[in-house]
């Protein structure tokens, strides 16, 4: 085996997001609490408090199952295998359906946990890109040249982790062709539908449009709960049942406290109250930070998100954006993630989803750093 690959923005993140002062490292809007969830439903937290602590159904209680296949076209219970976070999800499903020497196609810029796997289990990459020029579109003639006979599986992340770029229908179409003609496999991180900035409507899903769509989900994201490591997939009942045994060696079971709270948080009475919230969060601080890169002249910019709680800056430092944000986490106390991570230099991915006393002072003091280094801070 070769030498092993870590992840480097978890590790990162693993790190030193405890110890900031201002964490704008997370993709996701500020956590709920537990009072929060609970506040217009005591009964919920009666029945949350008396709830025996022995093992879940392995797969995932029936009832979160059931809520879960809610949210995909033409799912039912036995489509769904609920998991410990999407990062158990894209694991597991990576490991059930490739082997050492499969062809893989990975859009870029991506959450480079699936590229990490691929590295660390002998796979075949290659790669297609959004692009900033395009306002983060997809290259489709790219993947349509890294995408061959012999590919395996193609790994999307929509709504885009870093970008927040949605694709278009047209788009999604596009990818669903390209993966058919070559009989492979579409992997969708769908973990930030829910968290729309711009519409009402939710994303699509890739789920329904095509019989070889694995769509991996979690509560993490649009619904503010990354504390209860609450994921799934979605697919077609024999690759969950596949999927489901690797499970086993894995993690066993998500925890019964989580599934129970998972199944509250889906619930028709109180998963449209938690996406309200998080769009709250998004659509109320990206406002924020675009006045913030308005002050900053011309040095910052972005491509506005369509979705999630993030914004990935450019920049136009002679610097790279890892001693970048090592000088901001050093000196300033502020944790971003840098381009380096997702494969693009001189950007940095910054989370906006965050309440006002937590965001604006986070984001001066990155302009204090960013005036600093233009006035000849970096020698």
Known sequence: MGEFQPFAMERYMSRFEQ???????????HPVA????????????????????????VNGTPELRERIAALYDGAGIDNVLVTVGAIEA???????????????????????QIWGIAQNHALRVKTFHLRERDRWAPDLAELEDAVSADTKLIAVCNPNNPTGR???????????????????????????RGAERVQEEECASFYGRYDKVVAVGSLSKAYGLPGLRLGWVVAPAPVVQDVWARHEYMTLAATMLSNKIAA???SPRVRPGLIRRTRRYIREGFPR?????????????????????????????????MDF??????????????????GVERFVRVSFGLPHDILVP????????FAALGRGGAC
């Open 166 to 192: 949605v694709m278009t229908q047209d788009e999604m179409d596009a990818v669903v062709r390209v993966a058919a003609r070559a009989g492979a496999w579409i992997l969708a991180d769908e973990v930030y």
């Open 289 to 321: 930070l675009q006045r913030w890169i308005e002050s900053q002249e011309g040095s910052v910019r972005v491509v506005a998100p369509d979705a999630a709680a993030i914004a990935f800056l450019g920049y136009d430092l002679e610097m790279g954006s």
């Open 362 to 369: 986070a984001l001066e003091r990155i302009g204090t750093l």
């Open 264 to 266: 509250l948080a889906l």
């Open 19 to 29: 110890t900031v002062e201002f964490n704008l490292s997370e993709s996701g809007v």
């Open 90 to 112: 894209n694991y597991i499903t990576m490991r059930t359906l490739l082997a050492p020497g499969d062809a893989i196609v990975i859009m870029m810029p991506n959450y480079m």
């Open 325 to 342: 944000v090592e000088r901001l986490r050093r000196d300033h106390s502020v944790l971003v993630v840098p381009g380096e991570h997702f």
């Open 34 to 57: 537990l009072a929060e969830l609970v506040a217009e439903h005591p009964d919920a937290l009666d029945e949350v408090v008396r709830t025996p602590l022995g093992y879940p159904h």
